[in-house]
Every structure is written in C-alpha cells, then in structure tokens.
C-alpha cells in the first residue's frame, strides 16, 4: 500500500486549504482513509476518517465544523477541505489506511503516508 499525501502549504489564518492523498496498492481492500496531524513536540491527533463504500465519516473534535473529508472511488484519492484556518492547526497532517472504527487512535493505522506540512500564519 502506498499513501501520497500533497497540497500543504503556507496560509493566513481564515484561509482555507485542501489536502490530497492518493491511495495505491491493496489501500482499498478491507481500509478506510484518515487524516492525522503532529504538531511540533506534540502527539499525532486524529483529525478525520471516510469510508470507501459509504459515506460514512468522522472527525477529531479539534476540527470538527471546518473540515470536510471526502473521496474520489474513481481515482482512489481522498480529500481534506480546511476553513477557517487557525495557527493552531500548523502540522505536518498524515494520511493513514486502517480499518473502519467509531473510535481512532494512531494504533489503528496500517499504513501511512509521507506526511505534508500545513503552516497556518497569524
């Protein structure tokens, strides 16, 4: 399985931000798609999890109400909308294959990707 993560960057707080994560390999066979962050000197944070065969979805309360996770089945590509950007959510954000829980911890994960840094300026 194979995770790329893209679309970090450097934005003003209130901007807005999309990530991107193709997914490779046996990703979609039995996993669901997440997105976790790690801010310097700080634990990973779950920040959302999709289903591929639903829309089932879930989010960290750190950022529930300004993101939206989705997924295009077509092109195994998963997505994370920010809004409404605080400093606060400066991370590097990871996306992860694991299987489906109500409950998500870095201990589910299976795979991850490379990470992708977001950088949010006051």
């Known amino acids: 399985v194979q995770l790329q993560a893209s679309g970090g960057g450097l934005v003003q707080t209130g901007e807005s931000l999309r990530l991107s994560c193709a997914a490779s390999g046996r990703a979609r066979s039995g996993y669901s798609m997440a997105w976790f962050r790690q801010a310097p000197g700080r634990e990973r944070e779950f920040v959302a999890a999709i289903k591929w065969s639903a829309s089932d979805t879930i989010y960290g309360d750190s950022v529930k109400g300004r993101v939206t996770i989705s997924r295009d089945s077509a092109t195994s590509t998963v997505y994370l909308q920010m809004n409404s950007l605080k400093p606060e959510d400066t991370a590097v954000y990871y996306c992860?294959?694991?299987?489906?829980?109500?409950?998500?911890?870095?201990?589910?994960?299976?795979?991850w990707g490379q990470g992708t840094l977001v950088t949010v300026s006051s």
């Open positions: 992860a294959a694991a299987p489906w829980s109500l409950r998500w911890f870095t201990g589910l994960v299976r795979f």
